[in-house]
């Protein structure tokens, strides 16, 4: 049984909602940010970032201080606005490609702790803490975990209903986007929606692994307060299929001293090698890879196929684990997929040209690219207890910055 609740959001007020949200702080370049914060007042930018010009001369609690103290200005200045009772939110993203929508709500943290959250990946313990000092000095966040739930025909069915309902926002981003919201504020409504979660019994967590880790981190600290916000957290709520999976493709700086030549040999012991020259080949379905390597594409088929469901082989069919027994921690010497500098990750929905365009400069010797993960393994792990590598999957639709702000 899942259970969510609504929320007294703090969002932008109509007129300047296009101007307020943001992407991710880090999907930024430093000259894109600097030009954003110059020509944008409005933009949420300005709170999560509010010192950006010396940002690396101030300690992290002063920072956070700082985001505090600019997130109250925006308030003050009436670019925020406050609900005057708690709501649902219904949210809409179109993208060139894809269409999606969900409810944000407030999810339990102790569905959390009980495991009716289900989650897939593993978290590191600084960053946990981190964002944990962050929630906790500032009050407030504004980025949902992306929760996905079995689709639902009744659910379906409201959704498209309130859909022709007039939403209170509805706006274009420069990335070409379009986003509407529509807010569930009657009883009935809330209610209902209510009533379909709690018939839900696992909702799983398709990403942010560690904002929903530093929740309950500062539930667990601060709940003597009696701060009955900190029980929850926002989610965003998305039927699981509409959730777009990607896959990470992997570049690796050297061959751990292995020629061209013996590099592709040592693959035969657990690879079928196909050479494909100059066509741009990508992986085609599962236990399927590619390989950028020397100015050639090269097709790699896994030899070892074992399509058992058991809990053993579950996580040794994923194939960014096949990868990395195989290939990247027996052959390159890479064990720590976080921290090791010789690695690094290109989000799939990026062009495979990116990839090889990295390798032919130099920086890279090789690159590697999977076929995605899809939901039922996303699930399977999840509800074994198992853990995927880092970086094995990009999730869209990704939340607009400064779109909903959950107060703590």
Not at 58 to 73: N, S
Not at 188 to 214: C, K, T
Not at 273 to 299: C, R, V
Not at 335 to 346: Q, S, T, V, W
Request: hydrophobic fraction near 35%.
């Amino acid at each position: 049984m899942s259970k969510i609740i609504p929320f007294k959001a703090v969002r932008p007020s109509p007129d300047k909602v296009a101007l307020v949200t943001c992407r991710n702080y880090e999907d930024y370049s430093q000259a894109e940010l600097a030009a954003w914060l110059n020509f944008n007042p409005y933009s949420f930018l300005h709170v999560i970032n509010p010192a950006y010009v010396n940002a690396q001369k101030i300690t992290l609690d002063k920072r956070f201080k700082g985001v505090a103290h600019k997130y109250q200005d925006f308030k003050n200045e009436g670019i925020f606005v406050s609900e005057e009772n708690p709501v649902f939110f219904l949210y809409e993203i179109q993208t060139k490609n894809s269409t999606y929508t969900g409810i944000v709500a407030g999810t339990s943290i102790d569905d959390y702790k009980n495991n009716v959250i289900k989650r897939h990946e593993d978290t590191l313990q600084y960053r946990v803490e981190l964002f944990k000092d962050y929630l906790h000095q500032t009050g407030f966040n504004t980025e949902p975990v992306l929760i996905t739930y079995p689709d639902n025909e009744a659910i379906n069915s409201w959704i498209a209903n309130k859909k022709i309902e007039r939403p209170i926002y509805n706006y274009s981003t420069t990335n070409k986007e379009k986003h509407q919201l529509w807010k569930i504020e009657t009883d009935n409504e809330i209610s209902w929606l209510q009533n379909q979660f709690e018939l839900i019994p696992e909702l799983y967590i398709a990403d942010g692994h560690h904002r929903s880790a530093s929740a309950e981190l500062l539930y667990d600290e601060d709940n003597h307060l009696g701060n009955t916000n900190l029980k929850y957290f926002m989610s965003f709520l998305i039927a699981e299929s509409n959730v777009k999976i990607y896959e990470y493709n992997r570049i690796i700086r050297d061959l751990n001293g292995f020629s061209t030549t013996d590099f592709l040999e040592k693959l035969t012991e657990n690879f079928i090698i196909k050479d494909k020259e100059q066509e741009l080949w990508k992986p085609q379905s599962k236990f399927e890879f590619g390989m950028y390597l020397d100015g050639n594409f090269y097709a790699l088929f896994y030899k070892q196929e074992s399509k058992s469901e058991d809990k053993n082989t579950i996580l040794n069919n994923l194939d960014a684990q096949i990868l990395y027994d195989k290939v990247l921690q027996p052959l390159l010497a890479i064990d720590d997929l976080r921290n090791d500098e010789r690695i690094d990750y290109i989000p799939g929905k990026q062009s495979v040209l990116t990839l090889k365009e990295l390798v032919d400069e130099g920086e890279f010797a090789v690159g590697f690219m999977l076929f995605p993960s899809d939901i039922s393994e996303i699930k399977a792990l999840a509800d074994n207890n198992l853990i995927m590598p880092p970086k094995s999957t990009y999730i869209e639709p990704k939340f607009r910055s400064g779109l909903m702000v959950y107060e703590l």
